[in-house]
Nanobody
Framework: VQLVESGGGVVQPGGSLRLSCVAS????????MSWVRQAPGMAPEWVSG????????YYADSVKGRFTISRDNAKNIVYLQMNSLKPEDTGVYYC?????WGQGTQVNVSS
């Protein structure tokens, strides 16, 4: 049972990244999925969530209009498209299912 994130990196302000999270070992389509981030020295911050059938998605005010969450239940993958990135988006991004976290992928937004 695991979640494996990828797609992080270094990007300039205003740039874009797409994070991916591959799930295995459980019935992915049964789970609501979320992205959570943690900036250095800060508490984890919920970023976005999506329901089982992709009919509803949710965003923190800090990312609304810039980030888009999606999922592919056939491939057991959840994505986070991040546009118009800001330095304050820097942090480790974690994929999360109920009670299960991935190892995280680092995002650095810097000029």
């Amino acid at each position: 049972v695991q979640l494996v994130e990828s797609g992080g990196g270094v990007v300039q302000p205003g740039g874009s990244l797409r994070l991916s999270c591959v799930a295995s070992g459980f019935i992915f389509s049964d789970e609501r999925m979320s992205w959570v981030r943690q900036a250095p020295g800060m508490a984890p911050e919920w970023v976005s969530g999506i329901n089982r059938r992709s009919t509803s998605s949710y965003y923190a005010d800090s990312v609304k209009g810039r980030f888009t969450i999606s999922r592919d239940n056939a491939k057991n993958i959840v994505y986070l498209q991040m546009n118009s990135l800001k330095p304050e988006d820097t942090g480790v991004y974690y994929c999360k299912a109920d009670g299960l976290w991935g190892q995280g992928t680092q995002v650095n937004v810097s000029s």
